[in-house]
């Protein structure tokens, strides 16, 4: 049993998601998508909605791309992923608006941003355009996931100590001093700055020169 | 709402920097900020295209896309007027003048994808800014952006010749904390021009 697992974790899917959630996050080891990641996460439920629409438009986005790898010619390849990222950010877009108006209004033009958000078109132009469609699905969903999470760690964390409530439910005490600072870009920044020496340090990333 | 177009561009520059309120354009904060000439060059060369971009889709967003009623497609019509702007503006400038391409050339690409170009023409639309106020939103907001990346990238370099920083901090860390006690100092002209 024990020998079997260890054969799997030489398997080609199953290290593709490894490196998507852990070895090679795109928030803390390539650190890109950094700016949805700060400017939606005061409320969890924003992250969530965020780590989803990004997640749906980086797998939709690698399979067609990855489908149509031996057609795009490389010279327009840019603008190809461009014309689907936005594509599909519009379904995200439309989506929002039609059943979380709330949601939809509290995010703003960051819904938008998505298309312009590196880890979509990190994924396409990395991986998706030299890969079969199966393992560029397994690597785009394993790379949404692990946005995802990171978004939700840093939204629970700014929500709890910035309004004292977890999807708008009290779990601070009526007492609680909200830190307003931590609900705007200040807080944001320097919790992101923690979040990646913890997180760098746990995952023994070597710091570029 | 009725705001002078001279305080939006003030505005844009300070109490709302679209880097240190907004969060937006991180990623060549974070890559290109190691040296004061490059973040310079950078600087210089979104000022231009984000200004340009801004101006261009203004006008196909009223000319073309108010009057067809097809605004849900204007995500797509944005980015790809960005990306053929950019391409033009490139080899303009490879044409008519080559050192301008040199100093400048290697930034342009990257300009394409970076969020605050896209961003301003998404603020402007969802603001309802006429033609006027886009162009000092536009410049006001890369101006902005450009002050940022030329102090992050000043204090980096001074902070990378003396500072002894911990493994984990180097590279991106040490810049995201950099950038919040800047954003910290740039709250402090919060309560001078209100936009929205």
Same mark, same amino acid.
């Given at each position: 049993?024990?020998?079997?697992?260890?054969?799997?974790?030489?398997?080609?899917? /199953?290290?593709?998601?490894?490196?998507?959630?852990?070895?090679?996050?795109?928030?803390?080891?390539?650190?890109?998508?950094?700016?949805?990641?700060?400017?939606?996460?005061?409320?969890?439920?924003?992250?969530?909605?965020?780590?989803?629409?990004?997640?749906?438009?980086?797998?939709?986005?690698?399979?067609?791309?990855?489908?149509?790898?031996?057609?795009?010619?490389?010279?327009?390849?840019?603008?190809?992923?461009?014309?689907?990222?936005?594509?599909?950010?519009?379904?995200?877009?439309?989506?929002?608006?039609?059943?979380?108006?709330?949601?939809?209004?509290?995010?703003?033009?960051?819904?938008?941003?998505?298309?312009?958000?590196?880890?979509?078109?990190?994924?396409?132009?990395? /991986?998706?355009?030299?890969?079969?469609?199966?393992?560029?699905?397994?690597?785009?969903?394993?790379?949404?996931?692990?946005?995802?999470?990171?978004?939700?760690?840093?939204?629970?964390?700014?929500?709890?100590?910035?309004?004292?409530?977890?999807?708008?439910?009290?779990?601070?005490?009526?007492?609680?001093?909200?830190?307003?600072?931590?609900?705007?870009?200040?807080?944001? /920044?320097?919790?992101?700055? !923690?979040? !990646?020496?913890?997180?760098?340090?746990?995952?023994?990333?070597?710091?570029?020169? | 709402?009725?705001?002078?177009?001279?305080?939006?561009?003030?505005?844009?520059?300070?109490?709302?920097?679209?880097?240190?309120?907004?969060?937006?354009?991180?990623?060549?904060?974070?890559?290109?900020?190691?040296?004061?000439?490059?973040?310079?060059?950078?600087?210089?060369?979104?000022?231009?295209?984000?200004?340009?971009?801004?101006?261009?889709?203004?006008?196909?967003?009223?000319?073309? !896309?108010?009057?067809?009623?097809?605004?849900?497609?204007?995500?797509?019509?944005?980015?790809?007027?960005?990306?053929?702007?950019?391409?033009?503006?490139?080899?303009?400038?490879?044409?008519?003048?080559?050192?301008?391409?040199?100093?400048?050339?290697?930034?342009?690409?990257?300009?394409?994808?970076?969020?605050?170009? !896209?961003?301003?023409?998404?603020?402007?639309?969802?603001?309802?800014?006429?033609?006027?106020?886009?162009?000092?939103?536009?410049?006001?907001?890369?101006?902005?952006?450009?002050?940022?990346?030329?102090?992050?990238?000043?204090?980096?370099?001074?902070?990378?010749?003396?500072?002894?920083?911990?493994?984990?901090?180097?590279?991106?860390?040490?810049?995201?904390?950099?950038?919040?006690?800047?954003?910290?100092?740039?709250?402090?002209?919060?309560?001078?021009?209100?936009?929205?």
């Amino acid at each position: 049993m024990f020998k079997k697992i260890k054969k799997l974790t030489y398997t080609r899917p /199953f290290r593709i998601i490894i490196n998507g959630l852990w070895k090679d996050n795109p928030i803390f080891c390539m650190v890109l998508g950094i700016c949805s990641s700060l400017a939606i996460t005061n409320r969890v439920e924003n992250a969530i909605a965020m780590g989803l629409g990004v997640t749906f438009v980086t797998v939709a986005t690698s399979v067609i791309i990855s489908a149509m790898r031996n057609f795009i010619p490389s010279r327009v390849r840019m603008i190809t992923y461009m014309v689907v990222i936005s594509t599909f950010v519009i379904c995200v877009d439309q989506f929002l608006k039609a059943f979380f108006p709330t949601i939809s209004e509290a995010m703003g033009p960051y819904v938008g941003l998505i298309i312009t958000n590196c880890i979509v078109m990190g994924r396409a132009e990395g /991986f998706a355009m030299k890969n079969p469609v199966v393992y560029s699905f397994l690597d785009a969903l394993s790379c949404g996931i692990g946005y995802t999470y990171t978004l939700l760690i840093i939204s629970i964390i700014r929500e709890i100590l910035a309004f004292g409530t977890i999807l708008r439910y009290r779990v601070m005490p009526q007492t609680w001093t909200n830190w307003v600072a931590l609900a705007m870009a200040p807080g944001a /920044f320097v919790l992101l700055a !923690l979040y !990646l020496w913890i997180m760098r340090t746990l995952a023994k990333v070597e710091p570029e020169k | 709402m009725n705001t002078h177009p001279l305080l939006i561009f003030i505005a844009a520059i300070f109490p709302h920097n679209i880097a240190l309120t907004y969060i937006l354009g991180m990623c060549p904060l974070i890559a290109i900020s190691k040296n004061l000439k490059t973040a310079f060059g950078m600087g210089i060369s979104v000022i231009f295209v984000v200004t340009l971009t801004a101006v261009i889709n203004w006008f196909v967003y009223n000319l073309i !896309l108010l009057p067809t009623n097809s605004q849900i497609i204007s995500y797509v019509i944005f980015i790809i007027t960005i990306a053929a702007s950019v391409q033009l503006v490139e080899m303009l400038l490879e044409r008519f003048f080559p050192p301008l391409q040199v100093a400048f050339g290697i930034f342009l690409p990257l300009i394409t994808v970076n969020c605050i170009v !896209l961003a301003v023409s998404l603020f402007m639309v969802l603001r309802e800014y006429d033609f006027i106020k886009t162009v000092c939103f536009a410049s006001g907001s890369a101006i902005g952006w450009a002050i940022t990346i030329v102090t992050v990238s000043a204090i980096k370099e001074k902070l990378l010749l003396i500072a002894d920083i911990p493994k984990g901090l180097k590279g991106p860390a040490i810049t995201m904390i950099i950038l919040g006690i800047l954003s910290l100092a740039f709250m402090g002209f919060g309560g001078m021009v209100k936009i929205r």
